[in-house]
């Protein structure tokens, strides 16, 4: 039997970086997914080690068994219902384990996601032989929650195969987890963002793990539904950003001007609160849509006028805001800035020309264009052969 398990990844639809000084952010699932496939050999395989397969990027490991049981003696400890912490000494061993892979150099950025498969899984497997394959329609490192995406997906496969998950196996298609099972994978994800991370905040997991929408404030975390569909198209710049250095370039610039930059807070606060309200809000009719959409294209647009405020714009997201100005499309900034990612909203009247052209213009100026709905489902799984 196989397991294939797809997790989507995330936006910030306001509330980037203010989060941070106390203001309500709001961020939503895309459906563009992490996809991760486990089999585990059959006795005629004769195969007895634990392989993972990054299928887009034709990379390939192995580690046989004996070896993990070698390195991580202690696995098997801990009930994979209880999902627990990588141990410092964990930390090393798993590390020693991901540099015996001879990670080519212009992949090294991979490690930390090996490093938490091979804990995600032998946390919840132990020393199983298995083959895992991962696919993603996710860009690495661009603010859409590629690495959320993934360890909600490597949990979700892991666990569907285990004993602390009660599925129908004889369901076709993809199926969704019951709530207590859902919040499980999302203990688990967020384990494995901690490897990645350190300290993440757990907002991409979530998102990830629910699907739909989220709005949070000071580490308080309330799923909210969408009751419009919404459609963006997300531009990628290809220009990486360190987000710890753009978080302390806000907070040096609030100590420097506190009275301006509380006003800006502020005013994000209400953008992200007047947003979910908006979103949350039943319409009737395509009347109803359309204006729905204007008042979230402005509140995107004076939220990225804040943005700038904060001092997180880039010359290549203010490159992809006159492209879309042109043809009077809003758009804003998602994530952390100085590069990264911009959203722009696609009404659902727009013409697929106009579409057409403006991802035309973009492409032709080196950027990557993907167009995604936004707030839709979260973590599925589906099952293949027999059980």
């Not at 209880?82 to 212009?106: D, F, H, R, Y």
């Not at 993809?174 to 963002?193: I, R």
């Not at 539904?225 to 459609?231: E, V």
């Not at 758009?331 to 403006?358: E, I, N, Y």
Request: glycine share 10%; aromatic share 6%.
């Amino acid at each position: 039997m196989e397991v294939r398990a797809r997790a989507p990844g995330k936006i910030i639809l306001a509330g980037e970086h203010a989060v941070v000084h106390g203001s309500t952010a709001v961020a939503a699932a895309i459906d563009l997914y992490t996809y991760v496939s486990l089999r585990f050999p059959t006795p005629s395989d004769n195969d007895d080690a634990l392989k993972l397969q990054l299928k887009d990027m034709e990379l390939e490991f192995s580690w046989p068994v004996g070896r993990i049981k070698e390195v991580l003696p202690e696995l098997g400890s801990h009930a994979n219902s209880s999902p627990s912490s990588c141990s410092l000494e964990s930390v090393k061993a798993v590390a020693m384990l991901v540099e015996e892979q001879n990670i080519p150099e212009e992949n090294s950025g991979l490690t930390s996601g090996v490093s938490a498969f091979i804990w995600l899984y032998t946390s919840i497997h132990g020393c199983k032989p298995a083959k895992v394959i991962v696919t993603s329609e996710l860009p690495l490192g661009a603010g859409l929650g590629s690495s959320a995406a993934l360890c909600v997906a490597f949990s979700a496969a892991f666990l569907a195969l285990s004993d602390s998950v009660k599925l129908d196996f004889s369901h076709q298609g993809w199926q969704m987890f019951g709530e207590d099972e859902l919040e499980l994978v999302n203990k688990w994800a967020f384990e494995g963002e901690k490897i990645i991370h350190g300290k993440p905040s757990g907002i991409d997991n979530t998102v990830s793990t629910h699907g739909n929408m989220i709005k949070f404030r000071s580490g308080e975390l309330t799923c909210i539904k969408t009751n419009m569909p919404l459609k963006m198209l997300i531009t990628n710049t290809k220009v990486g950003r360190n987000t710890k250095v753009l978080v302390a370039g806000v907070s040096e610039r609030t100590m420097r001007h506190s009275n301006a930059m509380t006003a800006v807070f502020n005013a994000v606060d209400s953008i992200s609160n007047e947003l979910a309200a908006i979103i949350q809000t039943p319409v009737s009719d395509d009347l109803a849509i359309t204006e729905k959409e204007e008042k979230l294209g402005e509140l995107m647009e004076m939220n990225q006028g804040l943005l700038q405020c904060m001092g997180v714009s880039h010359a290549s997201i203010e490159s992809v805001l006159r492209t879309t100005l042109k043809y009077k499309l809003p758009s804003k900034l998602t994530g952390a800035g100085g590069g990264g990612c911009v959203l722009t909203l696609l009404p659902a009247l727009l013409s697929g020309s106009v579409v057409d052209k403006v991802i035309a213009e973009l492409e032709s100026s080196g950027f990557q264009c993907l167009i995604a709905g936004i707030g839709g489902r979260g973590m599925e799984i589906s099952f293949t052969g027999s059980s």
